[in-house]
């Protein structure tokens, strides 16, 4: 069954631009898979937690010689994992914060990226890497409050883009489509309207979702 993993990473509500494109792509994603079902993590007001040294023991102890504490430290993260893998397709709505991801995705990504679960070494024993959450097609909408494309110079600021698309490979994830939501600075200080700004990031977004346009 088609199964999406909506996630949202902003800690604001209605006046946070990435939460209201994963909204829509949601409607439109439910509209093209009429019999699919939705896995949602509202990452931005229900955080994961942080890595810790329990957990790190516990990722690096094999899975029979773990006691109580070492399996419940990593309960969170098997519980993510798995929505992961049930999952076929991935909608994640991720602010930037200075210049990378808004920290509750980041500890995300920290309970996801485990050896063994997500990404395996290659049996040739080169060290080499390889990812395990294969056949997944994720599109990822990105929020931010300047400027970073057309040869903007804050153009190599950008550590937002390139960071989701390498660790989202690193775990096998390479079909990714991405949303623009930049420049929502003049929102929150009222200088744009909110509709005008939204409606072609909108229409981008139906059309990712499996859409055409309203
Ligand atoms: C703590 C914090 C750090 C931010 N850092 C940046 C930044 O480095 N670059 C940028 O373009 N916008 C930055 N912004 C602006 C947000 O990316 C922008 O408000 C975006 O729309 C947030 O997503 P949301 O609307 O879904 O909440 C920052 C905002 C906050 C609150």
């Known amino acids: 069954m088609p199964t999406l993993l909506h996630i949202d990473a902003s800690p604001r509500s209605d006046r946070s631009v ?3 494109l994963t909204r829509e792509f949601v409607l439109a994603w439910k509209e093209a898979n009429p019999d699919g079902q939705i896995i949602y993590r509202d990452l931005g007001h229900n955080p994961v937690p942080l890595v810790t040294e329990t957990f790190i023991a516990a990722v690096y102890t094999p899975p029979k010689a773990r006691s109580a504490d070492l399996r419940a430290a990593i309960t969170t993260s098997d519980q993510l994992i798995s929505e992961l893998q049930t999952a076929t397709d991935y909608v994640f709505g991720v602010p930037m914060y200075n210049f990378s991801v808004a920290a509750a995705f980041k500890a995300y990504i920290d309970q996801i990226v485990i050896p063994g679960r997500t990404y395996a070494y290659t049996a040739d024993g080169s060290g ?3 990812g395990l959450l294969k056949g997944k097609k994720a599109t990822v909408i990105m929020s931010r409050g300047w400027l970073y494309r057309n040869g903007s110079p804050l153009s190599s600021c950008n550590l937002q883009e390139p960071w989701i698309r390498m660790i989202l490979g690193f775990v096998g994830v390479t079909d ?5 939501a930049e420049g929502t600075a003049p929102l929150d200080r009222g200088e744009v309207g909110r509709d005008e700004y939204l409606r072609p990031i ?3 977004v139906r059309l990712k979702a499996g859409l055409g346009l309203a």
């Open 176 to 180: 990714i489509e991405f949303v623009v």
């Open 18 to 20: 990435s939460r209201q």
């Open 202 to 204: 909108l229409e981008q």
């Open 128 to 130: 080499s890497r390889t």
